[in-house]
């Protein structure tokens, strides 16, 4: 393998998360802002890529326990140098869905919530080896103390 292929790295991420509940709709509805940067720094040149996020979203409570929260996500992947197996640089676009429930005291349990989350993110690379496509549902039971 050539060393600018080596894919161990060290990964850095910074998040910036902001909501919005505006005062007309008697806060029902919080509108989400979301911003991620990520710099992949692997040991090999050509497998080192900066990430970019932007992603929107909306919660809201369902009930006086049930709240859903719904996301979109698009975004950008650029790897610094070019693949020599490929003869190019790999530049991919990112999209994303996720949609989360959370259910505060499930059948009357004091303390207790779960969470369901189901979500869809698709990397469309130009070359198709990089292509990714991801569905993930995830069931959570928690417990507050």
Do not use: C
């Amino acid at each position: 393998m050539q060393d600018s292929l080596k894919r161990d790295g060290s990964r850095h991420i910074i998040t910036l998360e902001n909501s919005y509940t505006p005062e007309f709709g008697k806060g029902e509805f919080t509108y989400l802002f979301n911003t991620s940067i990520e710099n992949y720094d692997a040991k090999g040149d050509a497998s080192t890529y900066n990430k970019i996020m932007i992603e929107l979203g909306i919660t809201m409570d369902v009930t006086e326990n049930v709240n859903m929260t719904l996301i979109a996500g698009l975004g950008s992947k650029e790897y610094d140098k070019s693949n020599p197996e490929l003869g190019k640089t790999v530049d991919a676009d990112i999209s994303s869905l996720v949609a989360v429930v959370n259910w505060d005291k499930p059948f009357e349990y004091k303390s207790v919530y779960t969470t369901f989350k189901v979500g869809y993110e698709e990397e469309d690379a130009n070359v198709d080896f990089y292509d990714k496509e991801s569905i993930f549902t995830l069931l959570s039971l928690g417990y507050k103390f």
